[in-house]
């Protein structure tokens, strides 16, 4: 079964700091999901990784699926108050004949103001 | 439009028994799941529905649990039995046609806490 790690498990930064979480998967990815989850709340969606190399931006969001398919990472400029929250890397189970997801354990992002 | 629905948003009931939990999903959607999510793990698959029936149930821990979506919409979650272990938030997901790379969205989960 395919497995993902994350890291690191939490960070804290300044307001304005760039950061960057990361995703490895113990086997070659399909498609790679990242969400942002918060307290309370359900995942929302923020970016589909399919293509060795693949780079996609969302407003000062970057992410990135490596040319081996087997780590993503996900990039954050100018960090504000509202990226906080848990950020979780999907695993799409299409290319074994699943369309379940496998997660990882999640990413927890604390920014101070 | 709207998004996926859950209710309860919060439930909480006593070891042994019965619960049901109900999930609305986007308009349209042929494609259903079902995942838990404990305190401090990502979510984990238990069911997916296509349409009405159920096309992978190969997440589900064990005969207690059991999932229903009679008229390809509105799906729910039945839990018998219900033990300690079985404290968690449960998530559903739908999406478009249920295919390959086919993006799941969530809802805002019903977090089910057994005394």
């Known amino acids: 079964s395919q497995e993902l790690e994350q890291s690191p498990q939490s960070l804290i930064v300044q307001e304005g700091k760039n950061l960057t979480i990361n995703c490895t998967s113990s086997?070659?990815?399909?498609?790679l999901y990242w969400y942002k989850q918060k307290y309370g709340e359900g995942l929302i969606f923020l970016m589909m990784?399919?293509?060795?190399?693949e780079e996609k931006s969302h407003e000062k969001i970057t992410a990135k699926l490596d040319e081996k398919k087997q780590q993503s990472s996900l990039h954050i400029t100018a960090s504000q108050p509202s990226h906080a929250g848990i950020y979780l890397c999907g695993a799409d189970g299409s290319g074994a004949g699943s369309y379940q997801l496998t997660f990882g354990k999640g990413t927890k992002l604390s920014v101070i103001p | 439009g709207a998004g996926v629905s859950q209710t309860p948003s919060n439930k909480v009931t006593e070891k042994g028994k019965y619960v049901e939990l109900r999930c609305d999903p986007i308009s349209g959607h042929t494609a259903l799941y079902w995942y838990r999510q404990s305190l401090g793990q990502g979510p984990e698959f238990l069911i997916y529905?296509?349409?009405?029936?159920?096309?992978?149930d190969s997440g589900l821990p064990n005969d207690r649990f059991f999932a229903v979506r009679p008229e390809g919409s509105v799906s729910t979650l039945k839990i018998q039995r219900t033990e300690r272990g079985d404290s968690a938030v449960y998530l559903c997901?739908?999406?478009?046609?249920?295919?390959?790379?086919?993006?799941?969205?969530f809802g805002p989960g019903t977090r089910l806490t057994v005394l």
């Open positions: 086997k070659t990815l399909y498609g």
């Open positions: 990784l399919q293509k060795g190399g």
């Open positions: 997901a739908s999406s478009l046609r249920g295919r390959e790379l086919d993006t799941q969205y």
């Open positions: 529905f296509q349409g009405t029936g159920a096309a992978d």
